[in-house]
Nanobody, 124 residues
Framework: QMRLVESGGTLVQAGGSLRLSCTASGTSFSTYTMGWFRQAPGTAREFVASISWRDVDLYYAESVKGRFTISRDNAKNTLYLQMNRLAPEDTAEYFC?????????????????WGQGTQVTVSS
């Protein structure tokens, strides 16, 4: 059973940068396509970015394209999200998710494992 633990969330000023991490345990990380999602209070959880298990395909939401970068280190069983030029609208709980041998996708239903989330707050 895969377990995912996010870290790195904090309070940051608008225009700043932050790197989130998601560490996996319990199974073979390299066989999972990974994704980042976020959820602001009172809103639905939305897709942010995805990276394939082959570490070749990347997919970003339009709202973060050019500002956020998803990456993975299979040797460390860790997924990253580098977030630059942060804006108040990026404030949310950020979740990582995993899909066994999945294709990069924004569909929440495709991901079978989820972390507990890490809070990112961007002040104006």
């Amino acid at each position: 059973q895969m377990r995912l633990v996010e870290s790195g969330g904090t309070l940051v000023q608008a225009g700043g940068s932050l790197r989130l991490s998601c560490t996996a345990s319990g199974t073979s990380f390299s066989t999972y396509t990974m994704g980042w999602f976020r959820q602001a209070p009172g809103t639905a959880r939305e897709f942010v970015a995805s990276i394939s298990w082959r570490d070749v395909d990347l997919y970003y939401a339009e709202s973060v394209k050019g500002r956020f970068t998803i990456s993975r280190d299979n040797a460390k069983n860790t997924l990253y999200l580098q977030m630059n030029r942060l804006a108040p609208e990026d404030t949310a709980e950020y979740f990582c998710a995993a899909a066994k041998y999945g294709e990069v996708t924004l569909s929440k239903a495709a991901y079978s494992h989820w972390g507990q989330g890490t809070q990112v707050t961007v002040s104006s």
